[in-house]
């Protein structure tokens, strides 16, 4: 699986060679911005305009007390990150219960969720198009406290002391059955964290969609199953608006006719004709279909694509299969 270098640091942390280590393989960091309601990191400016100057994909993120106003709280982080955040900025909700819980104090589960909910949706107003995302643990993902949906950096600490290759090398964590786009896998000597995609692909989804505000989250079962559909619409019908042709005597090319708009019209002209005798080709077209399922599942299960882009792979998918299927019959 294709992986990133990343890192993030806070004022504990002394200013960084971040040109350095950009040329070491780091591609992404994040630097703490604000916490609670008025708080600000002592160090964030010098941390961000490094990492933004060493052309890393930067990022920023807020320690959250729950017990306290979002909207204040919001307010506090927007504010603080506001010099920076240009597409391609990526903004964090640091969910983390403090050892003595003073900051979750006594909300409960659904109090906490809501809360975080606000935060991403007050801060998405503020950046639109731009991705945002929750750090927090598997106490916080168990008990609820993280909006569906929700873009993950989780932080998980098996070995103690680790560097990246051990960390691109292991399995990808599952998380109450979510699988993190990254995951924080050591603390020391400072955290260092690996992200599910490529470098060029991390890149890309850091530009965000300025036209949709769906996330590039892992897909259900439910949502495999609207695509499977989709694309098997797509193959023996037209766009919706037409019913598909029933044999070739139908099939009309102009624009505006019933069998205009197919993809690869004379192949499909070709297979209806020699398909109105018996149902061979038809059935093996439909098992073609049915197998770019677990493809898609496949796709699905890292997650870092949105439904759309999974659909158009699965559809160059068919396109072969088409091909191939066309190739048989002319054979035969």
Partial sequence: ?????????????????????????????????SEGQHSRDDRFDTHIAGIIKAGMVPGAYHFAWPVQSV?????????????????????????????????????????????????????????????????????????????????????????????????????QPTVSGIKPLIWQFTSK????????????????WAKGDT?????????????????????????????GVYDAPKDAADYDPKEGSPGHGWTGQTLYRDLITRTRSTDKAVTALTAQVGALASTIGELAKGGGLTPAEIQAAAEAGAQAALAKLGTKLQED
């Fill in 211 to 239: 036209t949709t505000e769906e996330d590039d989250v892992a897909l259900d079962q439910a949502d495999i199953t609207k695509i499977v559909d989709a694309l098997e619409a797509r193959l023996f019908h037209t766009d």
């Fill in 189 to 204: 000597p400072y955290d260092r964290s690996v992200a599910y995609l490529s470098e060029a692909q991390l890149r890309a």
């Fill in 71 to 171: 909207a204040a709280e919001a307010a506090n982080y927007i504010a603080a990150v506001r010099p920076y955040a240009r597409p391609g900025f990526v903004h964090w909700l640091d969910l983390e219960r403090m050892n003595d819980g003073r900051n979750y104090g006594s909300r409960t589960a659904a109090q906490i969720k809501a809360w975080v909910k606000e935060w991403l949706r007050l801060v998405g107003a503020a950046y639109p198009g731009q991705r945002i995302g929750v750090y927090t643990s598997a106490s916080d993902v168990a008990a609820g406290h993280l909006p569906s949906g929700t873009t993950l950096w989780f932080p998980r600490y098996p070995w103690g002391t680790a560097d990246w290759p051990r960390a691109e090398a292991a399995v």
């Fill in 1 to 33: 699986m294709a992986t990133s270098r990343g890192m993030d640091v806070s004022s504990y942390q002394a200013a960084q060679d971040w040109t350095a280590l950009r040329k070491a393989g780091v591609v992404f960091a994040f630097a703490k911005a």
